[in-house]
Structures are given as C-alpha cells and as structure tokens.
C-alpha cells in the first residue's frame, strides 16, 4: 500500500461529500504520538465501517482479538489482536475515523507493540511498529503470524460535553462500557474472512455482550457482506416527553417469568458475523444487574450498572411488553437478542437533554436521570426504549444508509413508538395523542426552520441544530401521518403505511432503504406511486397540514 493513500477520515468524507480540508484545520503538520488530534465526532457514528471492508489483499486473512479484563474495574481494556494468513508487508491497522487520539472521547489507545507468533503460540521475534494518523503501522512481511498488543483507557468524560456519542465508551460502577468502534483497530485494505472475539474475564465479573457480536458458540460462516451493510448507531436526541396523567399503575413483573443472567464464564469466545458487527458492539462489565425474559424467539435482556428507585423486575416486564408488541407488529423479531441497558446520564450542560437513547446494533442503550422514578420511566424513558428498539426493524434488519431517508426511518420509528407504546397498555391513547400533539405544535408547527429548508433536507443532516434536529424529527412524523393518510384515502383501507413497513421488512435483502426502494415498496404494498406526493410533501418546503389520525 502507498504511503500517500488517503486517511481512513479522508476517505469516508470523500465517500459522503464534503472537503477533507476542512475536517483538518488543526491537524496538519507532523503528529506526535498520543497528541490530541480534533477531529469531528459525527463521523464516527455513520457507517465508518464500510470503508474496511474494501478488499484489496490477494488472500483474506484471519484475526482473533483477545480482551482481558483484569484491569478493566480500573478502566482499561488489554487488546491483543491475532492476525493469521497471507499476511501484507506492511498491515495497516486503524481505528474507524473519527475516534482514534480523540480525547474528547475519553477513549485513549496506547502502548502498542507487536510480535512473530510461532506455531506454539509463544512471542517470537518483535515486529516493527509504526504510528500513522489514524493508528499503526505493522511489519509483517513474510509472517503467517502475529499478535499485535495495545491498550485502551477508558475515562470519564465531563459532563459539560454534550455529544451524547462521545459517552458511550466509558467506566462505570465496577468495570467498564466499551463500544466496538472505539476499542477494536482494524486492518485497512486487506480482506478478513474469519473473525473472533475471546473475552478473558480472570476475576469473574458479570458480562455482557449484547447483539450483534454475542453469538456464543455460533457456527455461523462469516459471508463477506457489501460494504454498504455496515450498520450504524443512532441517536434520538429530544425524546423525553412530557409526563401525562393517567398513567395506569405500576406492573410488577412475574417473577416466575424473569430469569437472573447466566453464571458469567471466565473466558468467551464469540464470532461476529464481520467487521460491521464488531463495530457495533458493545461491551460492559462491572457491578451489573442482568435479567433476561424469553419473547417467542428472542432473548430480552435489561442490564444496569445504576440502583434505581423503581424494581428492575418492573422494568424487564415494561422492556418485554415493548419487544412483544413491535415483534407482533412485524411479523417477528430481527434478531435472537435484545439488549436494554439503563445507565445514568451524566451529560449536563445548557442544551443537554433529560434522557438520550442510543442504539447500536440490537443493542439500545439509555441513559437517564438516577432519580429517575417509576412514573418517569413509563411516561419518558419507555418512548426513548420503544424508539430505539423500533431501529431494530426499521434501521438495522432494513437499514439506514442514505441521508435523504432519515426523514422516513427517524418519522416513522417515533410516530410508531408512540401506537407501540400504547398497543402494549404502557400508554394510554389519550396520553399518546397529546404526546405527539405537542411536539408536532412545538417542534413542526412552530419551528423556525420550516420556512428554510424541506423535512428531508432537516433530516438528513445528523449533527444540525437543535431546531432543525427537532424540526426533521417532527417534520418526519408529520410526513409519515400525512402519507398514510393519503394512502388511505385513496385505497381505502386503514393504516397502508403499516402495511408498507411489515412489506419493507419481509422483503428486506440487506441492502439500504433508498428513496427508490422507499417508492417501489409503497407501490407493491399498497399499488400507489407516490414519487409525486414525495417530491411535494416532504422534499420540498411544503407545510404539511395535521394529522387527523395520530394513534
Ligand atoms: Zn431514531
């Protein structure tokens, strides 16, 4: 590979437009080791994956990464990656753009050395090992073997930071909170056909690694997806909602129905499925409280590293009346596992918001208030949970990839959190409706933003303003009640559009939901074309009228 080849950050901005040049202001000039380098964080978080899978490498190769977790209630995570095959000159091993050397992120990777493994797997000669902008450089030539050493830091990021993203990665009570996109460096240009994870857990603490890397014992062969299948995290900042009244009475789970987690092995070993999956992964150990409930064909898991005021028993039977009804929805689950998190949010500054919900892969994390109380978490943090378990359709088993859908995927996934909250008892449809009133009042209706620019335009751009995040947000739910209505009018049967997302998702192939795929599933579910209306209502600054029909 030539040494002038662009940076994995370069590449990614080329692929989504835009001028690298700008991304660099701070960071030309030569670069120290450990320097802080300023690199915006949204990148991180929009299909990084894709550019590591380009194959360029005659013979793919294999990689092992060993994580131990005897220094993790400390906050470091001992990486040791196993490279084996036809292995390059020179492997190129970097971190997805936008994290590596970021402090910001409170994620520090360092200390790295390598090695020639010989056929025992005993440390052979040492390798040279190069710093480059976005990680290391490696000399392989000529080696079938080699195992490559790093450390990652986790620390704890003040909370006058506001990108939620840069709080994924953190320590919490006991251990630590690591997203496969912060810890896992990855080769670039050279294919790899097999990958594992083995967990070295030597002081038995309790584990967890949701979906998608969590397949124990899977035989799973790894297929070498398209490039554009990596999946992303997202975010759904603002979905805390105003507490209504009457709010049916607090549930206590059956005990007979929650299980406590398994004993936690001292070593796991897991296959993910591909370089997307071990991005989006998520690793957490420490003092946690797991409990998993079976839903037809899936796990539910809720896990906390918090003591919250209300019986995490409660919450699992709030957390499975959710999965149950969004699995009922579409037909069935898109993965085995589904894992809720609960953690404290500690985001403080001026425009933080009360609760954040982040899902990555099938995981969705949330974090809220320690204070948080029963009635809180059924009338706030349950939409933030059924939004973001909603991604699990429509997000990931459909996936999200192209900006000019976002209004679509985000429109329709909290429009549907609100029917699926209340579908499953959680919300009464009184409380529902003046949820969505509100927020479509203040959000669309008032937004300063609706006279500049259309909803799929608002949409699309993922780190705008607080105003334009509202108003595509909202602006998305509005399209989506406006395009089920026509839809209904001139079909007339009730909720077309439901029809055209259950469509999406039994004829999904893994290929991302375009505006083109968009239109050809309304057409064969419900034998309308709607690019016109499309071209009118939502990619156009055209005021949408209100919803007669909000649940
Ligand atoms: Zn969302």
């Not at 001028?19 to 450990?34: A, C, K, Q, V």
């Amino acid at each position: 590979m030539s040494d002038n080849k662009p940076s994995a950050l370069e590449n990614y901005i080329s692929k989504r437009g835009g001028d690298p040049h700008s991304w660099f202001r701070d960071m030309e000039g030569p670069l120290p080791t450990h320097t802080l380098i300023r690199v915006f964080s949204w990148v991180v978080i929009l299909g990084f994956a894709a550019y590591f899978l380009v194959p360029r490498a005659p013979e793919p190769i294999q990689l092992t990464y060993e994580l131990d977790l005897a220094m993790a209630p400390s906050g470091t995570l001992v990486v040791t990656m196993i490279a084996e095959g036809d292995l390059p000159g020179r492997l190129d091993l970097e971190f997805p753009p936008g994290v590596f050397g970021d402090l910001r992120n409170g994620v520090n990777p360092h200390g790295a050395t390598a090695h020639e493994l010989n056929p025992d797997g005993s440390p052979g000669a040492p390798l040279a090992v190069e710093r480059t902008r976005d990680g290391w450089e490696v000399a392989t030539r000529g080696i079938k073997r080699a195992g490559f050493i790093y450390q990652v830091d986790l620390t704890f990021i003040q909370g006058l930071e506001e990108d939620v993203r840069r709080h994924i990665s953190s320590p919490v009570a006991g251990g630590l909170r690591a997203a496969g996109f912060e810890i896992f460096l990855q080769p670039v240009g050279t294919e790899v056909d097999e990958l594992a994870v083995a967990i070295h857990n030597p002081k038995q603490l309790e584990v967890i690694v949701p979906w998608p890397a969590l397949m124990r014992n899977s035989d799973r062969t790894l297929a070498a997806p398209p490039p554009e299948l990596a999946s992303q995290a997202n975010i759904s900042p603002g979905q805390g909602f105003e507490p209504g009244l009457d709010i049916p009475p607090v549930t206590t789970a059956d005990p007979g129905k929650a299980a406590p987690s398994e004993p936690v092995p001292s070593n796991v070993l897991y296959h993910p499925r591909d370089l997307a999956d071990l991005n989006n992964s998520l690793l957490i150990c420490g003092d946690l409280q797991v409990m998993n409930v079976q839903v037809r064909e899936s796990v539910i898991q809720l896990a906390t590293d918090n003591t919250w005021s209300f019986p995490l028993g409660s919450a699992l039977d709030m957390v499975r009346r959710i999965a149950r009804t969004e699995m009922a929805f579409f037909g069935s689950a898109p993965t085995s596992q589904i894992t809720v998190i609960l953690s404290a949010n500690r985001v403080s500054g001026n425009g933080s918001f009360d609760i954040y919900g982040v899902h990555t892969g099938n995981s969705v994390l949330v974090m809220m208030d320690p204070q948080t109380t029963w009635g809180e978490l059924e009338t706030q943090c349950a939409s933030v949970i059924a939004h973001e378990m909603f991604h699990g359709w429509l997000g990931e088993a459909i996936p999200q990839q192209d900006p000019d859908m976002l209004w679509f995927t985000e429109g329709a996934t909290t429009w549907y959190a609100a029917r699926m909250l209340t579908a499953a008892g959680i919300w009464k449809p009184d409380h529902a409706r003046s949820v969505l009133e509100d927020r479509l009042e203040r959000d669309y209706k008032l937004n300063p933003i609706k006279t500049q620019m259309s909803v799929a335009a608002a949409a699309a751009q993922v780190m705008a303003s607080n105003d334009q995040i509202r108003f595509g947000y909202a602006g998305g739910v509005q399209a989506c009640m406006n395009l089920d209505q026509w839809l209904a009018e001139l079909t007339g049967r009730s909720r077309p559009l439901d029809q055209v997302l259950r469509h999406l998702y039994e004829y999904r192939d893994g290929t991302p939901l375009t505006r083109l795929s968009f239109e050809a599933a309304v057409l064969e579910a419900t034998g309308i074309d709607c690019k016109v209306w499309l071209d009118e209502n939502v990619y156009r600054k055209t005021t949408l009228p209100a919803a007669i029909r909000l649940i």
